[in-house]
């Protein structure tokens, strides 16, 4: 049998690390960074006579998150013990929530680039508090742990298994990475650990209803790294199959540098973990109108924006699929446009030369380092004719390594557009007499080799001479 054969068959749960001022169960700051252990208290370091005091607004923000993806909000809700160790989670014990979530039953849509919609179902949304970390020594020498991550308050989005592909899972997550980012309850730094996914991935023959045994990797924070791990893992428990062997229920990690995945430990199951009511915590109880109140407090969502977009601005449906997927590049998109007031050129400008630098540097969106007013402003000198579209180009590219006006980078450069009739006159007949050939093609019916002229003139002024003169004073002298 071939890999065709098969059908890849996944579920993800995606820990996003909520943006409250303070921890979940004590009153240590949340923010990254900080010397080692300089984040924590007697509560977060699990010292014996200390409570835990749930914080309130994490509630809240974990009911924005069930509301935003169509989850029904429980009434009664409640903290579990979950029972497990290791040496990052002092209680050895974590604070989760097992048989009463916050949220359940809800959908995610995503588009795929057939434009078919799919709706990947969640099983549910809950609460819990994150782990320290560990600080290994690359020698070998032992690790240190750092309990300024523990107790920093995290929703786990756990899907149905309903992701068929690695492609679909990346716009699954891309879609709940959007959605956290519009209703601002996470910062989603992938690279700072804000958001992680763990995936579950079997495989099993087409047309087989019962699922494969599944494997899951762990505290993923890269959407490229997401993919590959996908793609490696399901080609390997194919090959093992097929060689008659079985998929071992197990916990892998993901090597990102050989491309690969290695067993960690057994897989546990939910009652491995022995959770029970946390006794020191209240049952969580909420009124409609509390409810209520956070859903009128949503803001517009990717989705209405889109709509919006292509409905009153006009914008063709994938460079408004492409806009609205990040709030980043949306945000930019509208104080760009309402400086500048062209929103086909802004938005030309996102899906060409913006989104081949965040490709070519690989950066994410929110890490664009100029705002949308110096983005309006380089657009305006564009259409005043101020600079030139290549010069433009020039200008984006200083934008992504020192942000400041654009016109003030225009000016150190020496890159104001020539339009002076006298000046252009003269690179006209200089590149005329130079090029000979290219204007005995034109007058024997070549018309391209005008743009071939037009784009020596443009070489010979680096990029400044105002494009629309320089064709006009071609086509005059050409036609004499």
């Given amino acids: 049998m071939s890999k065709e054969d098969y059908e890849i068959v996944m579920g993800l749960e995606v820990h996003a690390e909520l943006s409250t001022k303070t921890k979940i169960f004590c009153s240590c700051p949340t923010e990254f960074g900080g010397e080692p252990n300089t984040h924590c208290c007697p509560v977060c370091m699990a010292m014996p006579g200390t409570l835990p005091v749930l914080n309130e607004k994490v509630v809240e923000y974990a009911i924005k998150a069930g509301l935003a993806t169509n989850c029904e909000i429980a009434r009664n809700s409640k903290n579990d013990r979950k029972n497990y160790f290791y040496p990052d989670l002092p209680k050895a014990y974590q604070i989760s929530q097992f048989d009463m979530p916050l949220c359940e039953k809800g959908y995610v849509e995503i588009t795929n680039k057939n434009e078919e919609k799919k709706k990947v179902r969640l099983t549910r949304i809950h609460i819990e508090e994150d782990a320290g970390k560990l600080n290994h020594d690359d020698y070998g020498r032992g690790s240190l742990v750092d309990l300024n991550r523990a107790g920093v308050p995290l ?8 992701l068929r592909s690695a492609e679909e899972a990346e716009m699954y997550l891309r879609k709940v990475k959007s959605i956290l980012e519009y209703i601002e309850v996470s910062d989603c730094k992938m690279q700072e650990g804000s958001l992680r996914a763990d995936v579950n991935v079997s495989v099993r023959k087409r047309g087989q209803a019962e699922y494969g045994t599944r494997t899951e990797m762990k505290n993923m924070n890269s959407f490229r790294s997401i993919v590959r791990a996908i793609e490696y893992e399901s080609n390997r428990q194919i090959e093992v199959l097929e060689e008659g062997g079985k998929i071992d229920q197990e916990t892998l990690r993901w090597d990102d540098v ?4 290695f067993s960690m430990r057994d897989k546990e199951d939910a009652q491995d973990y022995r959770y029970f009511p946390d006794p020191d915590l209240a049952l969580i109880k909420m009124s409609e109108e509390y409810i209520e109140n956070i859903k009128k407090s949503l803001p517009e969502l990717p989705e209405s924006r889109k709509k919006r977009y292509i409905e009153e601005i006009g914008l063709p449906e994938y460079d408004a699929n492409l806009i609205t997927a990040s709030k980043h590049l949306s945000n930019l998109f509208e104080k760009a446009s309402e400086i500048c007031g062209n929103y086909k050129a802004v938005s030309n400008f996102i899906m060409t030369d913006i989104t081949k630098f965040l490709n070519e540097k690989e950066l994410e969106p ?11 402003n380089l657009i305006i000198l564009i259409d005043k004719g101020t600079i030139s579209t290549s010069i433009a180009k020039k200008v984006l590219a200083v934008l992504f390594e020192a942000p400041e006006d654009p016109m003030k980078i225009v000016e150190k450069n020496g890159w104001l557009q020539i339009s002076d009739e006298g000046a252009i006159k003269e690179v006209v007949l200089k590149i005329i007499e130079q090029n000979q050939q290219s204007v005995t093609d034109y007058k024997a019916g070549k018309k391209q080799a005008l743009g071939y002229l037009v784009g020596q003139a443009m070489k010979e002024t680096k990029g400044k001479a105002n494009p629309g003169m320089l064709n006009k004073m071609f086509m005059e002298e050409l036609e004499k």
């Fill in 155 to 162: 929703i786990e989005i756990v899907s149905e298994p309903d």
């Fill in 258 to 261: 050989s491309g690969k995945t």
């Fill in 366 to 376: 929110d890490q664009i380092p100029f705002s949308g007013e110096e983005l309006g």
